[in-house]
Nanobody, 129 residues
Framework: QVQLVESGGGLVQAGGSLRLSCAAS???????????MAWFRQAPGKDREFVAA???????LYEDSVKGRFTISRDNNKKMVYLQMNSLKFEDTAIYYC????????????????????WGQGTQVTVSS
């Protein structure tokens, strides 16, 4: 059973930075390299929304509101995915979830949550204004 565990969340002032990490277990390195990975977030009272995705061959896709501020990356040998978040805004406050698409085509960066098979429990990011 594949498990995803997020870490790195916390409280930060507006304009600050955080780096989220997602560790995958229960899958081989070979299997992990076949996953597209993504970050989603859910703010209080709102639906879960797409933040960023990275394909098997490291193409990336970002939600417009985070472009130029967030960077998604992956380290296949460590079975890790990262989200570097800079210039954080109050509206970035949410629980951030890591997700894996085990059936990903090489270049694709799915943005729909229904494409993802595995989810982490989330990590809270709070940005104070």
């Amino acid at each position: 059973q594949v498990q995803l565990v997020e870490s790195g969340g916390g409280l930060v002032q507006a304009g600050g930075s955080l780096r989220l990490s997602c560790a995958a277990s229960g899958a081989s390195i070979g299997a992990f390299t076949r996953y597209a990975m993504a970050w989603f977030r859910q703010a209080p009272g709102k639906d879960r929304e797409f933040v960023a995705a990275i394909s098997r061959n490291s193409n990336t896709l970002y939600e417009d509101s985070v472009k130029g501020r967030f960077t998604i990356s992956r380290d296949n040998n460590k079975k890790m995915v990262y989200l570097q978040m800079n210039s954080l805004k109050f509206e970035d406050t949410a629980i951030y979830y890591c997700a894996a698409d085990r059936n990903a085509i090489l270049h694709t960066t799915p943005r729909g949550s229904q494409s993802y098979d595995y989810w982490g429990q989330g990590t809270q990011v709070t940005v104070s204004s």
